[in-house]
């Protein structure tokens, strides 16, 4: 692996963002460059912080962070969480992974955070593996479900 460094994301970091995180969730892919603006404006409630790994002058990855006050698991009312995580192809097992979740767990110290969760999808067998390698312990699996319901009396 060539030195990774890992720091708060920039200004001049957005396209880049823009690039991975859409890779990552591509259903919002419209609303990704809008979302990042406000974070960089100073305007967004969440994420919290973001972390970019940066290999040479390219960005490699990054992790969205945020504080929730319960996760899965955890046993405090404060949890950093892991809200995104992505490394780019070719940069994969390499180190990249945990260099992000290092500078996660630094960054949930210093919030005075004492646990860090995360979750993945229940077929994203990649993001499980690299979870577990990186010494996080699976508590549960879960379905979620939705139901949109019709507003009556008026509203």
Same mark, same amino acid.
């Given at each position: 692996m060539s030195t990774v460094a890992v720091r708060p994301v920039e200004q001049r970091d957005e396209a880049s963002w823009v690039e991975m995180r859409s890779a990552l969730w591509p259903d919002g892919m419209e609303d990704h460059p !809008?979302?990042?603006?406000?974070?960089? %404006?100073?305007? %967004? !409630?969440?994420p919290l912080a973001v972390l970019v790994a940066q290999d040479g002058e390219a960005l490699v990855g990054f992790v969205e962070l945020s504080i929730r006050p319960y996760a899965e698991g955890c046993v405090t009312d404060r949890v950093a969480y892991v809200e995104g995580w992505y490394v780019k192809d070719g940069h994969r097992r390499s180190g990249v992974g945990g260099a992000l979740i290092a500078g996660a767990e630094e960054w949930g110290r210093k919030q005075g955070c004492v646990e860090l969760a995360s979750d993945a999808e229940l077929t994203n067998s990649v993001s499980q593996k690299a979870h577990l390698a990186l010494g996080f312990d699976e508590v549960l699996q879960i379905r979620c479900f939705h139901k949109s319901i019709e507003m009556t009396g008026g509203r």
């Open positions: !809008k979302e990042i603006q406000r974070f960089l %404006a100073g305007d %967004a !409630k969440e």
